[in-house]
């Protein structure tokens, strides 16, 4: 009677156990095939390298002298021309701030902002400039974004990779002092 009593138990119990396991099993691999593809980097955009494709950017760092905070966004366009014969392509943008944006303005129009390395969506978006053709890499700062205590002298970087083989990777900086 005891055994019988004790088998039931252990029957209904093994089938409870066998149902959470099978059912971690499932959420398990759920997970895995749901965001498999969505670890950090995974997107992020991959260049050859394209001869015929130059880039000029006539100026690379910025002095925006005094930000006033707050003020609105300090904002800066760097000027970028493709001088080769082939298409220029840039991607990957990416800023070393939370407190900044930037994005690539084209004759197609504005491209998606990209913030900081790490604390966005990584992205495979490309941008293109047809030879002889201009474009710009916006910088926007925030001033307000690091709070009240963020006032003094402020440097920052954006940056970008191209299918240009002699500049396959570029970085714009800029400087200011946020005043109140």
């Not at 593809?37 to 394209?50: D, M, Q, R, Y």
């Not at 943008?93 to 004759?107: F, G, R, W």
């Not at 495979?124 to 710009?136: F, L, N, S």
Request: proline content about 7%; hydrophobic content about 40%.
């Amino acid at each position: 009677m005891f055994l019988r009593k004790w088998y039931k138990i252990l029957a209904m119990n093994t089938k409870v156990i066998i149902g959470i396991i099978v059912a971690t099993a499932i959420v398990l691999v759920g997970a895995v095939v749901l965001l498999g593809n969505s670890t950090p980097g995974s997107s992020k955009a991959v260049l050859g390298k394209t001869a015929g494709a130059k880039i000029e950017a006539p100026e690379t760092n910025f002095d925006f002298k005094d930000i006033p905070y707050p003020g609105g966004n300090a904002i800066h366009e760097f000027k970028v021309k493709n001088t080769g014969d082939k298409e220029l392509v840039i991607a990957n943008l990416a800023t070393s701030c939370m407190c900044t944006k930037v994005y690539l303005q084209t004759e197609s129009g504005k491209g998606p902002e990209f913030g900081m390395k790490g604390h966005t969506a990584s992205s495979d978006w490309t941008g293109a400039i047809a030879p002889g053709k201009e474009g710009q890499v916006v910088a926007v700062y925030d001033p307000t974004a690091p709070g009240p205590q963020g006032v003094g002298p402020i440097s920052r970087i954006v940056s970008f990779e191209t299918n240009d083989p002699g500049r396959p990777y570029m970085e714009f900086t800029f400087s200011g002092n946020v005043v109140k």
